[in-house]
């Protein structure tokens, strides 16, 4: 059965940091890896989608990588600010299994 | 606006009643799927659809039921409410089965049984 977990749970950073975000999951056969962003009492927000092909994908100030063979993703986010404040969650298919996410708070 | 739209945005059920949550899209995708949303459990797939006439089981089915007549819509059935079924609920579309070219949610359901 896949399982998918995010490290950190929780994340304060000031604003202009950059940072990672992780996921892993334990089924390296997957058909690809979507990274989301969630607002509080919001639905989801797709951020990144990466193939089982690919190792990485870009969409502005975000990168996400992904590494099949150790069955892990990092998001990469440059110069943070404020209004990146949000739950983030990364989710592998078939079946789209979600890990528990990734709350971020960029201070001002 | 292409997307997916679940309608109500916010439902209270007495416990035994029975409702139906909307969801319909109009990106022409073959797959959909649902999912709720609980505190420190993350989101669970309820049930899922491939194309019109097919529907399958997901994590945790037991309460819900599910139809599709058509490509655009994918109504999800709560039969008898339980205040164990008060959660978020999430509507997701896919063009392919396999998520190969991502999914799209709505906006989302909160449901409170009491």
């Known amino acids: 059965k896949q399982e998918v977990t995010q490290i950190p749970a929780a994340l304060s950073v000031p604003e202009g940091e950059n940072l990672v975000l992780n996921c892993s999951f334990t089924?390296?056969?997957?058909?690809?890896l979507q990274w989301f962003r969630q607002d509080p009492g919001k639905g989801l927000t797709s951020l990144l989608l990466i193939q089982s092909s690919q190792r990485e994908q870009t969409s502005g100030r975000l990168n996400a990588s992904l590494d099949k063979s150790s069955g892990r993703s990092t998001l990469y986010i440059a110069a943070s600010q404020p209004g990146d404040s949000a739950t983030y969650l990364c989710?592998?298919?078939?079946?789209?299994?979600f890990g528990q996410g990734t709350t971020l708070q960029v201070k001002p | 606006n292409a997307g997916v739209t679940q309608t109500p945005k916010f439902q209270v059920l007495k416990t035994g009643q029975s409702m139906t949550l909307q969801c319909a899209q109009d990106m022409n995708h073959e797959y959909m799927s649902w999912y709720r949303q609980d505190p420190g459990m993350g989101l669970r797939l309820i049930h899922y659809?491939?194309?019109?006439?097919?529907?399958d089981q997901g994590e945790v089915p037991n309460g819900y039921n599910v139809s599709r007549s058509t490509t655009e819509d994918f109504p999800l059935r709560l039969l008898s409410a339980a205040p164990s079924q008060t959660s978020v609920y999430f509507c997701a579309s896919s063009y392919g089965g396999g998520g190969g070219y991502g999914y799209t949610f709505g906006s989302g359901t909160r449901l409170t049984v009491v």
């Open positions: 659809s491939v194309g019109a006439g097919i529907t």
């Open positions: 089924d390296s056969a997957i058909y690809n």
């Open positions: 989710a592998v298919s078939p079946g789209l299994i």
